[in-house]
């Protein structure tokens, strides 16, 4: 499989912290999903406490809006919340509902600590930076499981129980609209850093910050896990 | 005609500034796009300008999402955002086309002083207090929009060039929108003052917002015909 | 000893979450420190951690200037970033300059989650609701040190080697800045939500989220005693 | 007289803009003070809102704080936000007190619409950009107010009732400060952009946030000499 393009910043920030991304990406977790091995209440503990995630998340798309500087920049981030909130949690409302789990009960979850440093270190990104400050620390979670799924996809067991979740991320809708993120994440990092970007005295901080999101993106995987 | 429901919390703060809020709804510039006197050079002059207004207004409503504390709150300002952006928009964008002005002129228009003073203000008044403090300054657009819009519906002569105009905010879409603006907005008011809102502390200071922003619409149309 | 007193607001928070409060103010690493059972690693571990925290403290007291509403409060604010940045401050680079690590070194600590999860969450109630909603999530670190240094102080071995840190939160320079500021609390929220508070709306919100900054209190402890 | 130093970055900034600095720093309110022309009526009515202005100044000085990345760049700020409060406020306080204007109706006044502009466009600036977006439109008025202070009291009559005013700006104080802001930016824009900032993508806009603040400061005197 090759790597899926979401653009050439989150390319060079993702190669900027390869033991991090791996630690992420080819998580116990994920791994569980894809051979079906994950313990039916680890995933059930992430998805509720993903769903709160995405409540959070969509807050911070949402400070995106507020940050952008170009027409491109604010549409995109409008239309990912919109995203968000009318299409990616319904994978989470739909399973729990079979659950009876209904959405009030998910709104009002609980957060961990391992979930609740994530998104508010993403606002806070947002609210001391600029604009792509905030997209590099939102660049993980979006792009991340953009490939996560599609990996899982090509090489999950037939019958693993998690296939919807897989589906969800794997599938054209949600590879879509990370492909236009993708896009004016590196339209958005040309405008401000040049095309050079990589020496720009900012790069170092950015990376710093991605990486810092993934190694929170770790710590909710381990927080699922810890649910069993 | 009978005054349109936006809510109850509305319709206190609208009696709390009779003034203002005649000055505003009754103003010349509205008056003028009822008779069709109005000058094409006022009403193009404003138009520009409220593109403009509506790209940080838009940025307003997404600090909405941030500050919203329940799912419906968060929900109403997302889909405001998205029929800002979207569909309100597009009238600005259709009418300044026939005049051979694109959206990337629009978007690059130097803002007047009226109008930056006006979205700044309701940027600002978000993030100073909670989300009562910040629908309180969003109020007097939306609703003051639907009410002028309702009322020249049913009185404009036939042949006004601004009948668009009219039809956009007079409109089932903008006049559904505002209704449910109306309902989110009653209920989290009473979510934190309780239901005799009108003798919570902070009424006041809600209404001095309302009120403020209510003046700045005043300047708003005062700045359109100054555009002649 | 009597409980000292930051004022009525405070004090009903408090008694809102006994357990958790427990938890925090009687907490292993809080006995060590006046026993002097605490290991120096543990110590120095937080303490350098605590000055990150403090850095972002810092920062949350600036958002209280940005969203006090009369000049009393903005002045306690201010007065408070600048008792953190130059005086209790201080207390850190002193201890760490003994031991080597200078005032860069420390600025540039990697934040554990835990000290970060803390920092970010009460910058994000700032921005999410309004003054009092971000000082219901300041005061547990401000007036549970205020506690535990008077109590320490009262009940401390003479030859624990943490008297300096005792001494810098039991000592009057620290007390009469919380004394203001508990002050400053109380009518801060008698003038949003009246002499009844309790009976607010909002009461139950702003003990939620009293309590979930305490729960952040005892992870950072937590956090200092795995640093043995 | 030569021009004070502030930094290299403000001294780009201005030359970006001559016209409308020139219109700011050699405004007829500015020669009124040093000829002692100005009518009392507008001084009084300019050092009212000019009270309020410095009101939201401080907060905008204190969003420096949560946006600053260096220890630096918060100290600068912190010391900047007393400095504010504590100094510059007090001429106001000191000069409406001798007119039997006390502090609470200063806080208290409402703002026109040219000083509401200005602040809520600076607060803005910073909420939508990062810390040098912010001090590109806090600029304009530290810096030309140190430039005008230094001129005037070169130039001034001996009798001109506005000693007082000319002496806060042109005094040690006021210009060390300022002295010690200029370095911070620099440095924050160097950190930032590097040390060819004129060539970032960046610069273009950085100097139309400044070039409109500069403007605002324009409409800020204006507004002064219509309180005649």
Redesign the interface.
Known sequence: MSTPGYGQVFAALRDGCPEQWQAYTRHAFVEGLGDGSLPRASFMHYLIQDYVFL?HF??AW??G???????EE??V??AT??AL?NHEMALHVRTCAGLGID??AL?ATKEE??N??Y???V??AG?????I?LIAVLAPCCFGYGEIGLRLAGVAVADTPYADWIVTYAGDEYQDVMASVGEMFDAAV?????PEFRT???WQ?LQGRFTTATE?EV?FWDMGLDGR
């Open positions: 409540v969509s807050r949402s400070l809006v507020i940050k952008a500087e170009t027409r604010m549409q981030c409008a919340v919109n909130i959405e009030a709104f600590v391992a609740l440093a998104t508010r270190y606002m806070d609210l001391q930076g600029d604009f400050d040309f405008r401000r850093l040049g720009s005295p900012r901080r929170l710590g």
